[in-house]
T-cell receptor
Framework: ETGVTQSPTHLIKTRGQQVTLRCSSQ?????VSWYQQALGQGPQFIFQ???????GRGNFPPRFSGLQFPNYSSELNVNALELDDSALYLC???????????????FGAGSRLTVL | DQQVKQNSPSLSVQEGRISILNCDYT??????FLWYKKYPAEGPTFLIS?????DKNEDGRFTVFLNKSAKHLSLHIVPSQPGDSAVYFC???????????FGAGTTVTVRA
């Protein structure tokens, strides 16, 4: 079975630009979550998608948005980039009811975003 | 708000010895705890978990201990092997929540 794949692996943007990051979930997984990992910190929850709808959101502004497609793949969009958005963005997929914190997440390798 | 804390950013241990990683949490609603391991250029991978109804869970060389009254958990790796050199993240969630709260990670280096 294929794992979680993310693209691009690295990218550089300037302040004010917009970025789209993509994620293909593990085969059979129907829930996708996105996390931001800043340097020296643990991953921070951005939001989760289930059945193509946002199911929950962390403490991130509305300029962070996402989509989930019928094949369960997902996009993370960030508008009006700021320097502090520089981070590793991790996508994770899981199977089952998204309200259960007991679901084990399968993570991709991440997309490293640098904002100059 | 940092609800999960790993106060030791790094740990160096000799091959064959025990590695002990510690994690503290503040949210009393957390009832499920996980450890993830991360190699450079790879995503975190699930290692072991424990429910709050237990105080110990063991899987091969890895054992997680949970002390609910102290809001503390630890991961024991014995014996430590060079392939265990990685960043270890402690994570927690509540059974009716959809997100994981992570600690900042502990970098383990196993010396030959």
């Amino acid at each position: 079975e294929t794992g979680v794949t993310q693209s691009p692996t690295h990218l550089i943007k300037t302040r004010g630009q917009q970025v789209t990051l993509r994620c293909s979930s593990q085969s059979g997984h129907n829930t996708v979550s996105w996390y931001q990992q800043a340097l020296g910190q643990g991953p921070q929850f951005i939001f989760q998608y289930y059945r193509e709808e946002e199911n929950g959101r962390g403490n991130f502004p509305p300029r962070f948005s996402g989509l989930q497609f019928p094949n369960y793949s997902s996009e993370l969009n960030v508008n009006a980039l700021e320097l502090d958005d520089s981070a590793l963005y991790l996508c994770a997929s899981s199977l089952g009811a998204p309200s259960s914190g007991a679901n084990v997440l399968t993570f991709g390798a991440g997309s490293r975003l640098t904002v100059l | 708000d940092q609800q999960v804390k790993q106060n030791s950013p790094s740990l160096s241990v000799q091959e064959g010895r025990i590695s002990i990683l510690n994690c503290d949490y503040t949210n009393s609603m957390f009832d499920y705890f996980l450890w993830y391991k991360k190699y450079p250029a790879e995503g975190p991978t699930f290692l072991i978990s424990i429910s709050s109804i237990k105080d110990k869970n063991e899987d091969g060389r890895f054992t997680v201990f949970l002390n609910k009254s102290a809001k503390h958990l630890s991961l024991h790796i014995v014996p430590s092997q060079p392939g265990d050199s990685a960043v270890y993240f402690c994570a927690a969630s509540s059974s009716n929540d959809y997100k994981l709260s992570f600690g900042a990670g502990t970098t383990v280096t196993v010396r030959a």
